[in-house]
């Protein structure tokens, strides 16, 4: 206590300068350090470790970009429908929300198809406006609405007092599976709203954030001495077997239209009648208030809102246990790859058509093909901004393998809206980044602002979300060939176990290895057991990286029978009419440029030594060629700068050649060459012969340098 006291600057626990919820939040991420730590280091998580390894606490300028773009901007359309002849930067600047950014300027199409609910707009007022944080953690994003809010009633000509008590009674809604969480909120809106109204803790207000519940202990049974008929029976059954799993789903819980939630209430309500009280109806007071919570709870995430704004927690579908991987996968199968596109999914849902959701996710959604489906969905909404961050978005996560985004949303299809898109990859820290987007907020002509619509991102195969391609590469994607039009692409081998099966190639008997195989039939009448083997492995362009070998003694016997404890095959020898034949590969993870390889006939491909193959060995080498140019890089970077670079990304590559011509093939053939005589030149190659270093030695004084193995 004493080192809190004196160790941490007084402003910081200033709740005029938001120091309340920063210190609430930062304290909540750090209690929560150790059992994440924990979780961290097992194969799945369980349910208990959901909330500590998705709990993050929110930068403050990103919650202020996501509430100003999504509240600000929807408020603002509200006094443009009423007759407010004001820009939005105008408006903006009056409000003090330096965080939006301008709509970009648009068609009179697009403008007239935006407006189409301005009358309805003109008659909002502030108390019918709903934000909804469905991942809410400590309120953080919940407290900075409140401030917004604060400022558009007091616009309104509301009384600080009397904005205090309908913000939270009415237009702040959150939720959460930790219970810790949902306390930390429910007190930082109580002192919110003890902050503009010296006596709203005796108003008996109870703010509009819940501990998402589990039905786990209660049955119908339960209930038998308050159920009038079969009908009521079955309104209880489902809402228990909704909430079954209430604290491992949360927010993701989606209430059928079906349910009566006035029966509901009723039942939770109502007293046993006089001469049913028995030893099973002494606790049915206490099983009524579970019953309570779990309408609450239910009516929260069955009604729609104004708004969504949230930061989601991230976890891939591997870590996910079996419950909750089975829930996502069948309700939210366009997201499943990951809890927040799963949210991206759900918090739509919970916006009202012409709303708006804003959110901050990693980047992934945006180019890899398992997100490709949410993509696609999401083509019925508008993408209005986007502060694309990259690496280093927040301080205590370090590294290249975080890359972040935030974005708003508008829940109206308009294919041709203009977007703002601020790439903010290259700045290499959080402040940094806060400073470049205040920087393009006031300067539109700045050079990493950029403005595309999404009409734009369907020209190119798999509709990543490259909102910086150019026109004329946009064109080149529409009217090019396709590079699996000239080679095929094909995943190879997956031992299933590459700790037994695979070696680097001088840990064998040399004499067991067959390097020249041609075919599988060939490999097999060889005799031979090792054979050399794709990995992938490290950047290398042209040639290289020829390192291990393969038991792949009679046809890979030992490897096609390999199982597990039940008796289940592990591998997965798949294309095995392509082994051993010439390719080009790359690897699965490319943390920096690209680089692509020419590979000699003789391997077995596997999953991460990802391979092209053609029966035209010219064709082969001029896809290298443009694979391994500037150019080639610099699209990859667009279709996928992820650290994944899949195979969808490379056959939708656009060959722009009318017919592949050998011009350049002495070019690429001499690439080749040179790596190749680079790779041979070390000890590491099994073609290894001389040293460099000894090139100016007389032949007659080398025969000791000389390799046993090398020509």
Not at 92 to 117: E, F, I, K, R
Not at 253 to 273: K, V
Not at 545 to 564: A, S
Not at 582 to 607: C, K, P, Q
Request: net charge negative.
């Amino acid at each position: 206590m004493r080192h809190l006291i004196e160790d941490v600057d007084e402003a910081d626990f200033d709740v005029t300068q938001g120091g309340q919820v920063e210190i609430i939040g930062w304290l909540y991420q750090y209690y929560n350090t150790e059992p994440k730590d924990r979780a961290f280091k097992k194969r799945k998580y369980e349910e208990t470790d959901i909330p500590a390894v998705t709990q993050l606490f929110t930068p403050d300028w990103i919650v202020k970009y996501m509430v100003e773009n999504s509240l600000g901007h929807y408020w603002i359309r509200v006094l443009q429908a009423r007759g407010d002849m004001r820009s939005e930067k105008e408006v903006a600047t009056s409000m003090g929300w330096q965080y939006l950014m301008p709509t970009a300027p648009q068609t009179p199409a697009v403008t007239l198809a935006v407006n189409a609910d301005q009358r309805e707009l003109a008659n909002v007022r502030p108390e019918d406006i709903t934000l909804i944080d469905a991942a809410m953690g400590s309120g953080h994003i919940l407290i900075y609405a409140f401030e917004v809010l604060m400022i558009i009633y007091g616009q309104e000509g509301y009384s600080r007092r009397e904005a205090a008590k309908l913000i939270v009674e009415k237009n702040l809604w959150g939720l959460d599976i930790d219970t810790r969480a949902f306390q930390l909120a429910y007190f930082a809106l109580m002192m919110k709203g003890r902050q503009y109204h010296r006596r709203f803790l005796e108003l008996n207000i109870r703010p509009n954030v819940f501990d998402v519940p589990d039905s786990q202990g209660l049955s119908v049974d339960d209930f038998q001495a308050v159920l009038y008929n079969q009908q009521e029976r079955t309104a209880v059954s489902d809402i228990l077997t909704l909430f079954k799993y209430g604290n491992e789903y949360g927010s993701l819980i989606m209430p059928p239209d079906t349910l009566d939630w006035e029966a509901l209430q009723d039942i939770a309500n109502r007293q046993p009648q006089l001469g049913q009280l028995s030893l099973g109806t002494i606790a049915l007071a206490d099983k009524q208030q579970r019953l309570k919570e779990l309408i609450a709870t239910g009516e929260v995430l069955a009604h729609q809102y104004t708004l969504g704004v949230m930061n989601p927690p991230y976890m891939g579908s591997g870590k996910m246990d079996a419950i909750l991987a089975k829930y996502v996968k069948k309700h939210f199968p366009n997201s499943k790859a990951d809890l927040f596109g799963v949210f991206m999914e759900r918090l739509q849902d919970l916006v009202q058509p012409n709303g708006y959701f804003a959110m901050i996710t990693q980047h992934a959604w945006m180019f890899l093909s398992s997100f490709e489906k949410l993509r696609q969905a999401l083509r019925q909404t508008t993408l209005l901004n986007m502060a694309h961050l990259g690496t280093r978005a927040f301080e205590e996560i370090g590294g290249e393998v975080v890359q972040s985004t935030t974005f708003v949303f508008k829940k109206q299809t308009v294919p041709t809206f203009v977007g703002n898109y601020e790439r903010l990859v290259a700045f290499d820290s959080q402040s940094k980044k806060e400073q470049a987007y205040l920087a393009a907020v006031q300067n539109p002509e700045i050079d990493y602002l950029y403005r595309t619509n999404q009409a734009n991102f369907t020209k190119i195969p798999g509709m990543p979300i490259a909102y910086w391609a150019s026109e004329n590469l946009l064109h080149d994607f529409e009217v090019g060939t396709r590079m699996d039009e000239l080679a095929a692409p094909h995943v190879g081998l997956q031992t299933g176990n590459n700790t037994l099966f695979l070696r680097q190639w001088f840990e064998v008997q040399h004499s067991r290895i067959n390097f020249q195989a041609s075919s599988l039939k060939d490999a097999e009448q060889s005799g031979k057991k090792w054979f050399p083997y794709n990995k992938g492995g490290s950047y290398r362009k042209w040639y290289g990286n020829y390192d291990y070998v393969v038991n792949w003694e009679d046809n890979g016997y030992e490897i096609r029978h390999f199982t597990d404890s039940k008796g289940k095959v592990r591998s997965r020898p798949q294309n095995t009419d392509y082994y051993f034949h010439e390719a080009i590969t790359w690897s699965l993870i490319t943390s920096g440029n690209f680089s692509m390889r020419y590979r000699e006939h003789g391997s077995i491909h596997d999953v991460s030594g990802m391979s092209v193959f053609s029966t035209n060995s010219n064709n082969l080498k001029i896809i290298l060629g443009i694979m391994n140019s500037p150019v080639g890089n610099y699209i990859f970077k667009i279709v996928n700068p992820t650290i994944n670079l899949q195979i969808g990304n490379v056959t939708s590559f656009p060959v722009m050649i009318d017919k592949v011509n050998d011009s350049p093939l002495p070019i690429i053939d001499r690439c080749i060459y040179m790596e190749k005589e680079d790779w041979n030149s070390r000890e590491i190659s099994w073609n290894f012969g001389t040293s460099p270093l000894l090139t100016h030695i007389a032949d007659e004084q080398l025969a000791h340098c000389r390799s046993p193995i090398g020509v």
